[in-house]
């Protein structure tokens, strides 16, 4: 049973890591549609570095080994993506879909914090 947990969350971090590529492409080039988003908010300026460490976050996340970190990572950027977007009045849905599926993903990969949190509780 652990075993497939563990395989199924693999596999969907494997997806979500997936799906970030489009994104991580457009920050990147600094594509007509991100730059246009991102030019109304003011950052412009930092739309590679924010891409860099997009990409970054995404690879530590996919990586079985680091995934603990990764965990951590991605909340931190889309927690971050949140803020950006519910400031700017934008539709926030998106970072709030992906955080969520992150930590859906780490339960499913057998996330540390997770696990102690129950014997945490009943001290």
Not at 38 to 51: E, S, T
Not at 57 to 83: E, N, Q, S
Not at 103 to 113: A, D, E, K, T, V
Request: glycine share 8%.
């Amino acid at each position: 049973m652990k075993l497939s947990k563990l395989l199924v969350g693999n596999i969907a971090a494997g997806l979500v890591s997936a799906s970030l590529i489009p994104s991580v492409y457009g920050k990147l080039t600094k594509h007509e549609e991100v730059t246009k988003l991102l030019d109304q908010g003011q950052i412009f300026d930092w739309v590679v570095q924010i891409g860099i460490i997009e990409l970054f976050c995404i690879v530590i996340f996919a990586i079985p080994k680091t995934r603990h970190f990764g965990t951590v990572l991605m909340t931190a950027y889309f927690g971050g993506a949140l803020c950006y977007h519910f400031v700017k009045g934008d539709a926030y849905t998106a970072p709030l879909v992906y955080i969520s599926l992150v930590w859906i993903i780490s339960f499913l990969r057998g996330f540390p914090f997770l696990a102690t949190s129950k014997s945490v509780v009943e001290n």
